[in-house]
């Protein structure tokens, strides 16, 4: 649809704009590598960071 979601924006609220034609190539290849970078994620993949961290991080008290 050509849209990008924003969700728990400002205020709480989903917000949705459009996905620039420019873009949307370079956005399908960085999505490519993310879903590669995590394929065991826990989670179904429309609930994923587009830009997540760039590497596992551990917590110490933890270990999760």
Do not use: C, S
């Not at 370079?26 to 970078?37: E, S």
Request: proline share 5%; hydrophobic share 40%; charged share 25%.
């Amino acid at each position: 649809m050509n849209q990008i979601v924003v969700r728990a924006g400002k205020g709480d609220k989903d917000r949705v704009t459009m996905l620039p034609a420019a873009v949307k190539a370079d956005l399908a290849r960085h999505l490519d590598h993310v879903r590669r970078q995590y394929p065991n994620a826990g989670r179904e993949w429309g609930w994923q960071w587009v830009f997540p961290a760039t590497r596992v991080y551990i917590d110490r008290m933890t270990g999760a």
